[in-house]
Protein backbone atom coordinates (compact mmCIF):
# COMPACT_ATOMS: atom_id res chain seq x y z
CA UNK A 1 0.00 0.00 0.00
CA UNK A 2 1.16 3.59 -0.63
CA UNK A 3 -0.37 6.63 -0.78
CA UNK A 4 -0.12 10.77 -0.17
CA UNK A 5 -2.16 13.04 1.76
CA UNK A 6 -2.15 16.38 3.49
CA UNK A 7 -1.05 16.47 7.01
CA UNK A 8 -3.96 18.87 8.27
CA UNK A 9 -6.82 16.19 6.78
CA UNK A 10 -5.15 13.18 7.84
CA UNK A 11 -4.86 14.67 10.92
CA UNK A 12 -8.65 15.15 11.07
CA UNK A 13 -9.47 11.98 10.23
CA UNK A 14 -7.12 10.47 12.76
CA UNK A 15 -8.75 12.60 15.20
CA UNK A 16 -11.81 10.74 14.61
CA UNK A 17 -11.02 7.54 13.90
CA UNK A 18 -9.02 7.42 17.40
CA UNK A 19 -12.14 7.90 19.13
CA UNK A 20 -12.72 3.96 18.68
CA UNK A 21 -9.55 2.60 19.41
CA UNK A 22 -9.66 0.35 22.12
CA UNK A 23 -7.25 1.57 25.13
CA UNK A 24 -7.88 -1.26 27.72
CA UNK A 25 -8.56 -4.10 25.68
CA UNK A 26 -6.19 -7.23 25.71
CA UNK A 27 -6.28 -7.88 22.22
CA UNK A 28 -3.55 -5.79 20.19
CA UNK A 29 -5.02 -5.24 17.20
CA UNK A 30 -7.96 -2.97 18.55
CA UNK A 31 -5.17 -0.72 19.53
CA UNK A 32 -4.63 -0.11 15.78
CA UNK A 33 -6.28 2.42 13.38
CA UNK A 34 -6.68 0.24 9.71
CA UNK A 35 -5.57 1.92 6.64
CA UNK A 36 -7.22 1.27 3.47
CA UNK A 37 -6.36 2.47 0.41
CA UNK A 38 -8.86 1.90 -2.68
CA UNK A 39 -9.34 4.20 -5.65
CA UNK A 40 -8.55 7.88 -4.84
CA UNK A 41 -10.15 6.86 -1.14
CA UNK A 42 -7.59 6.55 2.04
CA UNK A 43 -10.56 4.42 4.67
CA UNK A 44 -9.85 4.75 8.18
CA UNK A 45 -11.45 2.03 10.66
CA UNK A 46 -10.95 1.63 14.58
CA UNK A 47 -13.28 -0.35 16.99
CA UNK A 48 -13.37 -1.66 21.02
CA UNK A 49 -16.26 -3.99 19.37
CA UNK A 50 -18.91 -1.67 21.30
CA UNK A 51 -17.64 1.64 19.11
CA UNK A 52 -16.72 1.56 15.53
CA UNK A 53 -16.07 4.41 13.40
CA UNK A 54 -14.85 4.09 9.56
CA UNK A 55 -13.84 7.85 7.69
CA UNK A 56 -13.38 7.92 4.27
CA UNK A 57 -10.93 10.94 2.69
CA UNK A 58 -9.32 11.50 -0.56
CA UNK A 59 -6.15 10.79 -1.27
CA UNK A 60 -3.46 10.52 -3.94
CA UNK A 61 -3.72 6.00 -4.05
CA UNK A 62 -0.16 5.14 -5.89
CA UNK A 63 -0.90 1.37 -4.93
CA UNK A 64 -3.85 -0.34 -2.99
CA UNK A 65 -4.28 -2.09 0.27
CA UNK A 66 -4.19 -2.45 3.72
CA UNK A 67 -2.35 -1.95 7.09
CA UNK A 68 -3.17 -1.95 10.56
CA UNK A 69 -1.20 0.85 12.34
CA UNK A 70 -0.74 1.52 15.85
CA UNK A 71 -3.15 3.74 16.65
CA UNK A 72 -1.75 6.49 19.09
CA UNK A 73 1.77 6.34 18.14
CA UNK A 74 0.07 7.30 14.43
CA UNK A 75 -1.66 9.92 15.50
CA UNK A 76 1.01 11.60 17.78
CA UNK A 77 3.71 11.14 14.72
CA UNK A 78 0.91 13.10 12.20
CA UNK A 79 0.29 15.35 14.68
CA UNK A 80 3.78 16.38 15.48
CA UNK A 81 4.84 16.54 11.26
CA UNK A 82 4.76 20.11 9.29
CA UNK A 83 2.21 21.13 6.81
CA UNK A 84 3.01 18.92 4.23
CA UNK A 85 2.45 16.27 1.92
CA UNK A 86 2.47 12.73 3.99
CA UNK A 87 3.60 10.04 2.17
CA UNK A 88 2.27 6.23 3.31
CA UNK A 89 4.35 3.00 2.50
CA UNK A 90 2.99 0.23 4.42
CA UNK A 91 2.81 -3.89 4.13
CA UNK A 92 1.99 -6.30 6.43
CA UNK A 93 5.23 -6.11 8.66
CA UNK A 94 5.74 -1.85 8.96
CA UNK A 95 4.77 0.92 7.58
CA UNK A 96 7.04 4.10 6.29
CA UNK A 97 5.87 7.30 7.16
CA UNK A 98 7.92 10.49 5.28
CA UNK A 99 6.93 14.53 5.16
CA UNK A 100 9.81 16.77 4.22
CA UNK A 101 12.64 15.58 6.27
CA UNK A 102 11.03 13.37 8.51
CA UNK A 103 11.26 9.62 8.47
CA UNK A 104 9.30 7.14 10.17
CA UNK A 105 9.22 3.45 10.58
CA UNK A 106 6.55 1.47 12.45
CA UNK A 107 5.95 -1.94 13.08
CA UNK A 108 2.56 -2.72 11.68
CA UNK A 109 0.07 -5.43 13.07
CA UNK A 110 -1.75 -7.92 11.18
CA UNK A 111 -4.67 -6.33 9.44
CA UNK A 112 -6.28 -10.04 8.73
CA UNK A 113 -6.85 -9.53 12.78
CA UNK A 114 -8.80 -6.78 12.79
CA UNK A 115 -12.26 -7.06 12.94
CA UNK A 116 -14.85 -6.29 9.80
CA UNK A 117 -16.51 -3.26 10.01
CA UNK A 118 -20.41 -4.26 11.05
CA UNK A 119 -23.04 -4.66 8.48
CA UNK A 120 -26.25 -3.93 9.99
CA UNK A 121 -29.91 -3.61 9.08
CA UNK A 122 -31.44 -0.33 8.96
CA UNK A 123 -34.78 -0.45 10.12
CA UNK A 124 -35.40 3.17 11.18
CA UNK A 125 -33.79 6.87 10.15
CA UNK A 126 -34.05 9.98 10.56
CA UNK A 127 -32.10 12.96 9.81
CA UNK A 128 -31.22 16.37 11.75
CA UNK A 129 -29.10 19.35 10.78
CA UNK A 130 -25.40 18.69 12.98
CA UNK A 131 -26.13 21.63 14.61
CA UNK A 132 -29.18 21.34 15.81
CA UNK A 133 -28.46 17.77 17.21
CA UNK A 134 -25.14 19.16 18.57
CA UNK A 135 -26.80 21.53 20.88
CA UNK A 136 -29.22 19.04 21.71
CA UNK A 137 -26.91 16.57 23.19
CA UNK A 138 -25.19 19.30 24.91
CA UNK A 139 -27.60 20.16 27.17
CA UNK A 140 -28.65 16.80 28.63
CA UNK A 141 -25.84 14.38 27.74
CA UNK A 142 -23.63 16.13 31.37
CA UNK A 143 -27.04 14.76 33.14
CA UNK A 144 -26.21 11.30 32.73
CA UNK A 145 -25.36 9.02 35.09
CA UNK A 146 -21.61 7.85 35.78
CA UNK A 147 -22.86 4.64 37.81
CA UNK A 148 -22.43 1.35 35.45
CA UNK A 149 -24.43 -0.37 37.75
CA UNK A 150 -27.48 1.29 35.99
CA UNK A 151 -26.80 0.98 32.46
CA UNK A 152 -29.66 2.49 31.01
CA UNK A 153 -29.08 5.77 32.84
CA UNK A 154 -26.03 6.36 31.05
CA UNK A 155 -27.62 6.91 28.34
CA UNK A 156 -29.74 9.30 26.66
CA UNK A 157 -33.37 7.92 25.48
CA UNK A 158 -34.21 9.80 22.10
CA UNK A 159 -37.05 9.41 20.41
CA UNK A 160 -39.35 10.95 17.77
CA UNK A 161 -43.76 11.14 17.78
CA UNK A 162 -45.38 13.49 15.49
CA UNK A 163 -42.45 15.19 13.95
CA UNK A 164 -40.83 16.41 17.02
CA UNK A 165 -37.46 14.59 18.72
CA UNK A 166 -36.98 14.42 22.01
CA UNK A 167 -33.72 14.03 24.23
CA UNK A 168 -34.00 13.04 27.97
CA UNK A 169 -31.44 11.67 30.47
CA UNK A 170 -31.47 12.01 34.06
CA UNK A 171 -29.13 10.64 36.66
CA UNK A 172 -31.91 10.03 39.18
CA UNK A 173 -30.82 13.12 41.01
CA UNK A 174 -32.04 15.57 38.29
CA UNK A 175 -33.17 15.57 34.62
CA UNK A 176 -32.70 17.21 31.28
CA UNK A 177 -35.36 17.51 28.28
CA UNK A 178 -34.83 18.87 25.01
CA UNK A 179 -37.06 19.23 22.07
CA UNK A 180 -36.66 19.98 18.25
CA UNK A 181 -39.46 19.76 15.36
CA UNK A 182 -38.59 17.66 12.74
CA UNK A 183 -41.44 18.21 9.91
CA UNK A 184 -39.91 16.36 7.26
CA UNK A 185 -39.04 13.11 9.46
CA UNK A 186 -40.88 9.90 8.95
CA UNK A 187 -43.94 8.73 10.57
CA UNK A 188 -42.46 5.89 12.17
CA UNK A 189 -42.07 5.98 15.93
CA UNK A 190 -38.21 5.97 17.00
CA UNK A 191 -37.41 5.25 19.97
CA UNK A 192 -33.86 4.38 21.41
CA UNK A 193 -31.24 4.65 24.70
CA UNK A 194 -27.93 6.02 23.24
CA UNK A 195 -24.71 6.11 25.22
CA UNK A 196 -24.23 9.93 26.69
CA UNK A 197 -20.13 9.53 25.93
CA UNK A 198 -21.00 8.15 22.47
CA UNK A 199 -23.59 11.11 21.81
CA UNK A 200 -21.21 13.64 23.66
CA UNK A 201 -18.12 12.57 21.16
CA UNK A 202 -20.14 12.81 17.76
CA UNK A 203 -21.52 16.60 19.32
CA UNK A 204 -17.96 17.62 19.77
CA UNK A 205 -16.94 17.47 16.11
CA UNK A 206 -16.60 20.29 13.80
CA UNK A 207 -19.40 20.21 11.09
CA UNK A 208 -21.36 23.23 11.37
CA UNK A 209 -23.15 22.95 7.90
CA UNK A 210 -23.57 19.06 7.73
CA UNK A 211 -26.58 17.05 8.16
CA UNK A 212 -26.36 13.66 10.63
CA UNK A 213 -28.92 10.81 10.18
CA UNK A 214 -29.38 8.24 13.18
CA UNK A 215 -30.69 4.83 12.33
CA UNK A 216 -32.11 1.92 14.54
CA UNK A 217 -30.86 -1.23 14.04
CA UNK A 218 -32.09 -4.37 16.28
CA UNK A 219 -29.24 -4.05 18.94
CA UNK A 220 -27.13 -1.06 17.46
CA UNK A 221 -27.55 2.86 16.53
CA UNK A 222 -25.50 3.87 13.67
CA UNK A 223 -24.73 7.62 12.93
CA UNK A 224 -23.35 9.26 9.66
CA UNK A 225 -22.43 12.19 9.06
CA UNK A 226 -20.46 12.86 5.90
CA UNK A 227 -17.90 10.79 5.35
CA UNK A 228 -17.93 9.41 8.89
CA UNK A 229 -19.85 6.62 10.05
CA UNK A 230 -20.25 5.64 13.80
CA UNK A 231 -21.93 2.51 15.02
CA UNK A 232 -22.27 1.83 18.58
CA UNK A 233 -24.13 -0.68 20.50
CA UNK A 234 -27.90 0.28 22.01
CA UNK A 235 -28.44 0.19 25.85
CA UNK A 236 -30.41 -2.65 27.06
CA UNK A 237 -33.17 -1.61 29.71
CA UNK A 238 -36.14 -0.32 30.27
CA UNK A 239 -35.74 3.73 31.23
CA UNK A 240 -37.23 5.42 33.52
CA UNK A 241 -40.48 6.30 33.09
CA UNK A 242 -39.59 10.20 33.16
CA UNK A 243 -43.14 11.90 31.96
CA UNK A 244 -44.60 10.81 35.67
CA UNK A 245 -42.13 13.19 36.90
CA UNK A 246 -42.80 16.46 35.08
CA UNK A 247 -45.68 18.10 37.54
CA UNK A 248 -48.37 19.46 36.08
CA UNK A 249 -48.23 23.07 36.92
CA UNK A 250 -46.79 25.68 39.14
CA UNK A 251 -47.81 26.76 42.98
CA UNK A 252 -45.35 29.53 42.44
CA UNK A 253 -43.08 30.79 39.53
CA UNK A 254 -39.83 33.57 39.35
CA UNK A 255 -38.94 34.78 35.74
CA UNK A 256 -35.17 35.77 36.19
CA UNK A 257 -32.10 36.90 34.55
CA UNK A 258 -29.75 33.84 33.37
CA UNK A 259 -26.45 35.16 34.01
CA UNK A 260 -27.57 37.30 37.52
CA UNK A 261 -28.53 33.54 38.92
CA UNK A 262 -25.58 32.24 38.06
CA UNK A 263 -23.44 34.59 39.44
CA UNK A 264 -25.25 34.45 42.49
CA UNK A 265 -25.78 31.21 43.26
CA UNK A 266 -21.92 31.01 42.99
CA UNK A 267 -21.10 33.52 45.03
CA UNK A 268 -23.78 32.00 47.45
CA UNK A 269 -22.09 27.80 47.32
CA UNK A 270 -18.88 29.69 48.51
CA UNK A 271 -20.36 29.17 51.53
CA UNK A 272 -22.30 26.10 50.75
CA UNK A 273 -21.49 22.40 51.17
CA UNK A 274 -22.95 19.25 49.92
CA UNK A 275 -24.69 19.18 53.24
CA UNK A 276 -26.06 22.63 53.25
CA UNK A 277 -27.12 23.29 49.83
CA UNK A 278 -28.15 26.65 48.60
CA UNK A 279 -31.42 27.87 49.93
CA UNK A 280 -34.11 29.84 47.20
CA UNK A 281 -36.78 32.08 49.11
CA UNK A 282 -38.89 33.44 46.76
CA UNK A 283 -40.79 36.54 47.55
CA UNK A 284 -44.12 37.35 46.07
CA UNK A 285 -45.13 40.96 47.73
CA UNK A 286 -41.02 42.57 47.03
CA UNK A 287 -40.67 40.51 43.72
CA UNK A 288 -37.62 39.19 44.97
CA UNK A 289 -35.21 36.33 45.15
CA UNK A 290 -33.36 35.63 48.22
CA UNK A 291 -30.29 32.93 47.71
CA UNK A 292 -28.73 31.88 50.95
CA UNK A 293 -25.95 29.73 52.19
CA UNK A 294 -24.75 27.98 55.47
CA UNK A 295 -22.19 26.07 56.48
CA UNK A 296 -21.04 25.35 60.47
CA UNK A 297 -18.31 26.89 61.85
CA UNK A 298 -17.21 28.69 58.12
CA UNK A 299 -20.20 31.13 57.37
CA UNK A 300 -23.27 32.04 55.98
CA UNK A 301 -23.83 34.02 52.41
CA UNK A 302 -27.03 35.84 51.02
CA UNK A 303 -27.84 37.51 48.36
CA UNK A 304 -31.05 39.21 47.33
CA UNK A 305 -32.06 39.68 43.27
CA UNK A 306 -35.13 40.96 41.71
CA UNK A 307 -37.52 39.05 39.44
CA UNK A 308 -41.10 38.42 38.53
CA UNK A 309 -43.12 36.26 40.63
CA UNK A 310 -46.37 34.78 40.65
CA UNK A 311 -48.48 32.78 42.89
CA UNK A 312 -46.94 32.05 46.53
CA UNK A 313 -44.02 32.54 48.71
CA UNK A 314 -42.08 29.29 48.77
CA UNK A 315 -38.87 28.34 50.15
CA UNK A 316 -36.91 25.40 48.57
CA UNK A 317 -33.49 24.33 48.84
CA UNK A 318 -31.51 22.90 45.72
CA UNK A 319 -27.35 21.16 45.73
CA UNK A 320 -25.92 24.38 43.66
CA UNK A 321 -23.86 21.96 41.20
CA UNK A 322 -27.00 20.78 40.07
CA UNK A 323 -28.61 24.00 39.71
CA UNK A 324 -25.50 25.78 38.20
CA UNK A 325 -24.95 22.22 35.21
CA UNK A 326 -29.15 23.39 34.46
CA UNK A 327 -28.80 27.19 33.62
CA UNK A 328 -25.20 26.45 31.87
CA UNK A 329 -27.45 24.70 29.02
CA UNK A 330 -29.72 27.83 28.62
CA UNK A 331 -29.25 29.34 25.53
CA UNK A 332 -32.19 32.51 26.69
CA UNK A 333 -31.64 35.43 28.83
CA UNK A 334 -34.17 34.87 30.97
CA UNK A 335 -35.16 31.45 32.63
CA UNK A 336 -38.17 30.35 35.14
CA UNK A 337 -37.66 28.39 38.09
CA UNK A 338 -41.13 26.96 39.04
CA UNK A 339 -41.38 25.40 42.13
CA UNK A 340 -44.80 23.36 43.74
CA UNK A 341 -43.81 22.87 47.10
CA UNK A 342 -40.25 22.62 49.59
CA UNK A 343 -40.20 18.50 48.54
CA UNK A 344 -41.25 18.53 44.78
CA UNK A 345 -38.72 18.82 42.58
CA UNK A 346 -37.59 22.30 40.93
CA UNK A 347 -38.12 22.99 37.10
CA UNK A 348 -35.97 25.22 35.28
CA UNK A 349 -37.34 26.27 32.01
CA UNK A 350 -35.77 28.08 29.18
CA UNK A 351 -38.08 30.77 27.90
CA UNK A 352 -40.99 29.96 25.33
CA UNK A 353 -37.76 30.67 22.25
CA UNK A 354 -36.22 27.56 23.42
CA UNK A 355 -37.41 24.18 24.13
CA UNK A 356 -35.45 23.22 27.08
CA UNK A 357 -36.55 21.74 30.53
CA UNK A 358 -34.18 20.72 33.45
CA UNK A 359 -35.56 19.14 36.88
CA UNK A 360 -33.69 19.05 39.68
CA UNK A 361 -35.00 17.00 43.30
CA UNK A 362 -34.83 19.28 46.28
CA UNK A 363 -32.78 18.98 49.16
CA UNK A 364 -34.52 19.24 52.69
CA UNK A 365 -34.86 22.15 54.53
CA UNK A 366 -33.78 21.96 58.05
Known amino acids: MKFSINQTELQNAIVIVLKGVSTRSTLPILSGILLEARGDTLTLQATDLELSIQYSVAALVEEEGKAVVPGKLFSEIVKNLPDAAVHVEADEESALVTCDASSFSLKALNYEDFPGFPHVDVKQRISIPFAQFS???????????????????????????EGRLRMVATDSYRMALTDADLPDAPADEFQAVISGSFLSEIASLSLPEATLSLALAENQIVVTCEDTVFINRRIEGNFPNYKQLLPEGFVTRAKVDVDRLVSAVKRASL????EAPVRFDLNTASQTMQLSAATQDVGSAQETIGCEIEGED????FNYSFVLAGLSAVSTKKVYLEVRSPMDPGILRAEESEDYLYLVMPVRIA
Open 135 to 161: SMVRRVARVVSKDESRAVLTGVLVTLE
Open 271 to 274: LGSA
Open 314 to 317: VEIA
